[in-house]
């Protein structure tokens, strides 16, 4: 298994400013992840976070607007830059581990952008 | 991925069973079917997960059609903390080590 805690649970930000989330994973794990999910909505996965080299993003989700940091295989940083009032958000980490494979997620950190 | 489609919303008394549906018409032989649940306020949580055969553990049951087209998560005995939005999965064994989230069931626990 794997426990993650993610930093700030909750912010409330100013728009055109930036947030750093950071997620700590109690294990090394290869495969984590950073998903979006939309008032009301379900989980939209934004990227991959790859330790070693830069963030593989899904389509509509692009690197100057959600910097990834991976430095080692416990931590990861996901920045939302230059914020909107449309990037209120819960953003939440995710890591898989495998055999068997397995998803665990965060409590997520909610933004609210005003 | 295949998709999944399962009602928006559903009912169920507190201490009675609850059987969530879900059809997965397109599902394909490598293709596993994975159940996870987010309580309020919190990050998505595993419930359980099967290829072919039904499957039980502490939390649920799962139970899969003959053609693995549909299948059904059974709580046995729903309490009030089992009030959530229940996520029906496919995800290829040799696919993407992600998860792709459709809407869900949201399961409402009447005291």
């Known amino acids: 298994s794997a426990v993650i805690s993610q930093k700030p649970s909750r912010d409330i930000c100013q728009r055109g400013t930036s947030l750093t989330i950071q997620c700590q994973v109690d294990s090394q794990v290869t495969m984590m992840f950073w998903y979006r999910q939309q008032p009301g909505q379900s989980l939209t996965l934004i990227a991959t976070?790859?330790?070693?080299?830069?963030?593989?993003?899904e389509s509509g989700f692009v690197i100057d607007k959600f910097p990834i940091s991976r430095p080692n295989l416990t931590f990861s940083t996901l920045t939302v830059s230059n914020m909107s009032p449309e990037d209120s958000s819960i953003y939440l980490c995710?890591?898989?581990?495998?055999?068997?494979?397995?998803?665990?997620f965060g409590q997520g950190t909610r933004l609210t952008v005003v | 991925d295949a998709k999944t489609t399962q009602p928006n919303s559903m009912e169920s008394n507190e201490e009675e069973p609850v059987h969530l549906p879900c059809n997965h018409s397109t599902i394909s032989g490598t293709d596993y079917i994975h159940w996870y649940r987010q309580l309020p306020s919190q990050g998505p949580e595993y419930v359980i997960h099967?290829?072919?055969s039904n499957v039980n553990n502490r939390m649920a049951s799962l139970a899969i059609a003959e053609d693995r087209k549909s299948s059904t998560l059974i709580l046995h005995r729903a309490t009030l903390r089992d009030a959530a939005v229940y996520y029906c999965?496919?995800?290829?064994?040799?696919?993407?080590?992600?998860?792709?989230f459709g809407t869900g069931t949201r399961l409402t626990v009447i005291p």
């Open positions: 999965i496919l995800r290829d064994e040799a696919g993407a080590n992600n998860l792709f």
């Open positions: 099967g290829l072919t």
């Open positions: 995710s890591v898989a581990t495998f055999i068997p494979w397995r998803a665990f």
């Open positions: 976070a790859n330790q070693g080299s830069e963030a593989t993003y």
